[in-house]
């Protein structure tokens, strides 16, 4: 009777456990449904807008390119001949209706429309489908109905993604074991199986136990509701979905590339590292639990990379997100049992880094920086987390070699700046390296003129490799230099991972001197001051031909509303600017602006409503902060240093804008404006193909020394022979 009853209660237990999986399981059913249903309403909308795209693509093609691709095995005179002449017309065209060309037999139409098929998938693979608040209003139909397709996805956020994969996973461990289960739950059934039978379905009872244990523990009946909740949520209002479209555009683009499949080329998107490196890569899973965000696919590459190498320089071109990049990688040791982590940034960038860890993810900020930075270094030495300090105030804490605790990961930003080891501040970051399981190095310029200083950040990483790159091994080429770096080095560029940014465009703005102008460049010149040549064309306000185009430029972006970022390398010329266009401007931002009032600037400049101009020092405003709602961007001088130009327009044309971005140069004819460029294309085009392409052009290495100081003395030189009649030495 006893055994009986204990017989009894086990069933009851096995019943009981297998009715909570049934509902477990159609939870996770409904979620996978729900979220394949909001999927399919976007899909709805976008298909045929790339269909479309495909089209028009396709219309440019001649037909004769379906030779190329049966390799001239496919006779195309006759379809030409049937009017036929271009790709999308016989893609376009059914089988039959090409039959019906004179001299078009089966197989060659059979052969065409194979042909045309393949272009076209080839093709579907290139194009992509760009959202813009630049067009006409209101938005077009098709755009406005695809953002508000994707707005439910976005909504949902990263958690239903989750809470979708963790349901597969669910229904798979489940489906089986229920099944087998199956005889338990029928009374009398029960009482007269087998022994293999009842072993089956005991073993399948335990293994629904298992799950239902991990189950609970990852809180996935919530979730699941949760998540339901969000994607069955009526879609919101055109203009709502437009504005949350501004207002993070960059998750509407990440859910785009993955349904419509058309992002980046691989090997673009993982830097062109060789087959060895992106395979080790690859094989490693990106634990994004404690992420508040979804990654392009490139981010999680470069989480990923930095992750399995260990030791790396991540040196994506400004605007692709390096920061997450390294926020994702703090967030996969942490979710792995990491507790102590460490980021070391300029002052300037502290608290966008601040920002950006606990917006996206979940991880705990330790700022460790002011006159209380010791008290918070030792809470972080006690309760672990992210902490958060700057390069001088590093120099001012404990040496990494007294310090128990070792960091999961050192992340330093702006890496560029421990170049020098003999610098103090290269000697703490190298202490701190040297105790870190992972070291992360982010810079978007580590080898601007010197292979040598790109050389002293590896040696910071691996001793080891730092000596095979040398001059020598530069001067080889792009691949043996490539080859070299590759264990340590990742880089991507904009226009090969972002398809969907708008288009940037360049105007350089020549003016010409007036009288007041050319009499102030003039005693410049002869005084033999190079910057005072430089900002000449500002010298005298009330004639300054450069100032009245800036006017111009301001006026026309105030009437389209655009929002306007004015760069200058000088503070006076700064000051002249404010003048000239009001006291309602914003700014400067400038160096000796703390990091806080800056971000506070760019805050409300980002917040004002319609038409707004900010004013910044081009080293100050140049790095660290995002632009984004800047559309316009005005250099009021060209710069000595390419990067300085590069990283100013690439706060505001980064991931994230929405709008074309104009950049308009001020620039003066017969000036030193003029011996600028010319001195410094030379320069430009070996930064490219150093630092931005990580290629290596082939030239001389001594090529790549060329100073600042020396170009001013010789640009001094030229322009006062030029002045006083004689003649300029020649270019090289």
Not at 185 to 214: D, K, M, Q, S, Y
Not at 229 to 255: H, I, K, N, Q
Not at 535 to 562: C, D, I, K, T
Request: charge should be neutral; include cysteine; proline fraction near 5%.
């Amino acid at each position: 009777m006893g055994r009986a009853a204990a017989g009894d209660g086990g069933t009851r237990a096995a019943r009981s456990a297998l009715d909570r999986a049934d509902q477990l399981l159609a939870a996770a059913r409904a979620v996978r449904a729900d979220h394949r249903r909001a999927v399919d309403a976007v899909r709805a909308v976008l298909d045929p807008m790339l269909d479309a795209l495909v089209a028009e693509e396709l219309a440019t093609i001649p037909v004769g390119r379906l030779k190329d691709v049966t390799e001239g095995r496919l006779r195309v005179t006759a379809v030409e001949q049937g009017g036929l002449t271009t790709v999308g017309q016989v893609h376009a065209t059914g089988r039959y209706a090409l039959r019906a060309l004179p001299g078009v037999g089966a197989q060659t139409a059979d052969q065409a429309l194979a042909a045309a098929g393949r272009i076209a998938h080839a093709v579907r693979d290139t194009v992509s489908v760009r959202l813009t608040v630049d067009g006409p209003e209101p938005p077009d139909a098709a755009f406005t109905a695809l953002v508000v397709a994707l707005h439910r996805l976005v909504a949902a956020g990263p958690e239903a993604v989750r809470a979708r994969d963790a349901a597969l996973g669910l229904v798979t461990a489940l489906e089986g074991p229920l099944a087998d289960a199956a005889p338990l739950r029928r009374r009398l059934p029960a009482l007269f199986l087998g022994r293999e039978a009842r072993a089956r379905a005991n073993g399948a009872v335990a293994a629904v136990r298992t799950a239902l244990t991990a189950a609970e523990e990852r809180g996935l009946a919530g979730a699941f509701a949760q998540a339901s909740v969000d994607l069955l949520r009526a879609p919101g209002t055109p203009a709502a979905a437009w504005v949350d479209f501004e207002l993070r555009s960059t998750e509407y683009y990440v859910l785009l590339a993955d349904l419509s499949g058309t992002g980046p080329d691989r090997d673009a998107a993982e830097g062109f590292l060789p087959a060895s490196v992106a395979d080790r890569v690859r094989g490693l899973r990106l634990d994004d639990s404690l992420l508040r965000v979804s990654l392009r696919g490139y981010q999680s590459f470069g989480a990923r990379f930095a992750l399995a190498q260990r030791r790396v320089v991540l040196g994506d071109e400004m605007g692709l997100g390096k920061t997450v990049q390294a926020v994702a990688a703090l967030a996969h040791l942490a979710a792995r049992g990491g507790t102590h982590f460490l980021v070391v940034c300029p002052a300037s960038v502290l608290i966008n880094w601040t920002r950006e860890i606990r917006s996206r993810s979940t991880l705990s900020v330790v700022p460790v920086h002011g006159p209380d930075r010791r008290e918070a270094f030792a809470e972080w030495r006690g309760s672990g987390g992210v902490a958060l300090t700057t390069f001088d105030a590093l120099t001012g804490l404990p040496e990494a070699a007294e310090v128990p605790e070792r960091p999961g990961m050192l992340v330093v930003d702006e890496a560029h700046f421990v170049k020098n080891p003999a610098a103090r501040r290269s000697r703490a970051v190298a202490g701190w390296a040297e105790r870190a399981d992972h070291v992360l190095l982010l810079t978007g310029t580590p080898m601007e003129n010197r292979v040598a200083e790109f050389r002293s950040l590896v040696a910071l990483l691996r001793p080891d490799l730092a000596p095979s790159l040398d001059v020598t091994r530069a001067a080889a080429g792009s691949a043996a230099f490539r080859r070299a770096v590759s264990p340590v080095y990742l880089r991507r560029n904009q226009e090969d991972v972002l398809s969907e940014l708008p288009p940037l465009v360049r105007v350089d703005e020549w003016v010409e001197f007036s009288e007041g102008d050319r009499e102030a460049y003039g005693e410049a010149v002869a005084g033999g001051h190079f910057m005072r040549m430089r900002r000449a064309a500002y010298a005298r306000p009330e004639v300054s031909a450069n100032l009245a185009r800036l006017r111009e430029l301001v006026a026309e972006a105030a009437a389209n509303g655009h929002k306007v970022v004015v760069f200058s390398y000088f503070r006076d010329v700064l000051a002249t600017v404010r003048k000239a266009l009001g006291e309602d401007v914003a700014g400067p931002l400038a160096g000796d602006v703390s990091a806080a009032r800056r971000q506070l600037m760019v805050d409300e400049f980002a917040a004002a409503r319609g038409h707004a101009v900010l004013l910044s020092q081009i080293q100050a405003g140049g790095t660290g902060l995002n632009m984004q709602a800047a559309s316009v961007v005005v250099l009021c001088e060209p710069q000595i240093k390419p990067t300085l130009e590069h990283q100013a327009v690439a706060r505001a044309h980064r991931m994230g804008q929405i709008r074309t971005v104009q950049v308009h140069r001020l620039l003066t004819a017969d000036s030193v404006d003029e011996r600028m460029l010319a001195l410094l294309a030379r320069k430009e085009r070996l930064f490219d193909a150093y630092a931005r392409r990580s290629e290596v052009a082939e030239a001389s290495p001594e090529a790549l020394d060329v100073s600042d100081a020396a170009l001013a003395r010789r640009i001094v030189e030229e322009e006062q022979l030029r002045l006083t009649g004689g003649a300029p030495a020649p270019l090289e």
